[in-house]
């Protein structure tokens, strides 16, 4: 049923998401509704922005809808007044999920949101991207909102199965990390050390199931 998501609109994608029990929390579907995913899919592909498939240009690919759905549940995110909760997203990618997830967080994670992407055009991408949608926030934005999001989520190029624990924010450990592409059972170390005390690590593992 998870296929069926397809909508016309965001609202409409969202919607199904929900409909089907794919979003089964209610702070995940308001984030999906706020962060439309056609500002993030490839020029050429808009029209099939909120249709429930995978997106690929090049090296840009984006997930079928469904399955960012099964990963924002997985990730058990939290949003609490006065702490904050670090993600780090290896295969950036668009940028998409990095901005639910912020969404979802809210600003006392602004500072600790990090995205690791291998393609340097990928990256450029997402920039744009974000910048988009953005700008469709502030346009958005009325004299009843406080202030439209920010974004100060950290991307650098790289191979995230080459981070030093005992570098800059891996020294402290992620609260969630999410790898975009199947990773080995044997590479498994290498992003499980990079976890807090208590931390969530999702990812496919040896297969395009998740595991967490």
Not at 128 to 144: C, F, H, N, P, R
Request: proline content about 5%.
């Amino acid at each position: 049923m998870a296929w069926r998501s397809s909508g016309s609109t965001n609202e409409e994608m969202v919607d199904k998401l929900v409909e089907y029990g794919v979003v089964r929390s209610a702070h995940i579907a308001r984030a999906l509704r706020r962060v439309d995913r056609v500002h993030f899919v490839p020029e050429e592909l808009q029209g099939q922005a909120h249709s429930d498939q995978p997106l690929k240009v090049g090296n840009v690919h984006m997930s079928a809808p469904h399955m960012y759905g099964c990963i924002l549940e997985a990730l058990e995110l939290e949003s609490n007044p006065g702490t904050s909760m670090s993600f780090l997203n290896v295969g950036s990618g668009t940028g998409y999920l990095s901005c639910i997830v912020a969404s979802i967080l809210g600003p006392n994670s602004a500072d600790v949101q990090y995205g690791v992407e291998i393609h340097e055009e990928v990256i450029e991408h997402c920039h744009a991207s974000i910048e988009k949608w953005l700008q469709s926030q502030e346009a958005d934005t009325d004299e009843t909102e406080v202030v439209p999001p920010k974004c100060n989520i950290h991307f650098a190029q790289g191979n995230g199965l080459n981070i030093d624990p005992m570098q800059g924010e891996a020294r402290i450990g992620f609260d969630r990390i999410y790898v975009g592409a199947t990773m080995r059972s044997r590479d498994l170390h290498k992003l499980t050390r990079l976890l807090s005390p208590n931390g969530i690590l999702v990812s496919p593992i040896d297969s395009d199931d998740l595991v967490k």
